[in-house]
């Protein structure tokens, strides 16, 4: 285990969280979707958003953290 695992496991929590948003937001694309569907799916592209902007710059503690330990 290094410096950076922690910042691997966001990035993995990251790509977990696009796979079920991907899913999720499969209905709102469909032909047959409904207003009630899009609402949805558009709050959960603004939900995942900020979680993404949020992992971010969880991760960008951490490098710079990784840098001032280089020092």
Do not use: C, F, Y
Not at 15 to 37: C, F, K, N, V, Y
Request: hydrophobic share 40%; no cysteine; aromatic share 0%.
């Amino acid at each position: 285990m290094d410096r950076l695992d922690s910042a691997r496991e966001i990035v993995v929590e990251v790509i977990a969280g696009l796979e079920d948003a991907i899913e999720a937001l499969m209905s709102a694309q469909a032909p047959g979707s409904t207003h009630r569907d899009i609402s949805e799916s558009s709050e959960l592209i603004r939900s995942l958003s900020n979680s993404l902007i949020q992992h971010a710059q969880a991760i960008e503690n951490i490098l710079k953290q990784t840098i001032r330990d280089d020092d």
